[in-house]
Nanobody, 116 residues
Framework: VQLQASGGGLVQPGGSLRLSCAASGSIFSLNNMGWFRQAPGKQRELVALITSGGSTGYADSVKGRFTIPRDIAKNTVYLQMDSLKPEDTAVYYC???????????WGQGTLVTVSS
């Protein structure tokens, strides 16, 4: 499975941005998909997750501001980011796990910068 992430950029505080992660195969072949981020000098952290069944989970720091919708027909998962804060600045990575949870796939990172 290959993951193609896109959509990063520069946005002002309070603004919105949507990231996309397109999988090369059916997302139903995957146990879950998610988004991680890594800020300079910090560890990579899980931001949002969606299971094959559609259940979602979010880091406390983004609850109420980020959502992780998906388009099954396009094999694509999104990260909708609203009310962005400077502390959301990071490289965002798309992630997926195989159905048996053994294999982990990563997309290339996409930089999100929140600054005025």
């Amino acid at each position: 499975v290959q993951l193609q992430a896109s959509g990063g950029g520069l946005v002002q505080p309070g603004g919105s941005l949507r990231l996309s992660c397109a999988a090369s195969g059916s997302i139903f072949s995957l146990n879950n998909m998610g988004w991680f981020r890594q800020a300079p000098g910090k560890q990579r952290e899980l931001v949002a997750l969606i299971t094959s069944g559609g259940s979602t989970g979010y880091a406390d720091s983004v609850k109420g501001r980020f959502t992780i919708p998906r388009d099954i027909a396009k094999n694509t998962v999104y990260l909708q980011m609203d009310s962005l804060k400077p502390e959301d600045t990071a490289v965002y990575y798309c992630n997926a796990r195989s159905f048996d949870l053994v294999t982990i796939y990563w997309g290339q990172g996409t930089l999100v910068t929140v600054s005025s």
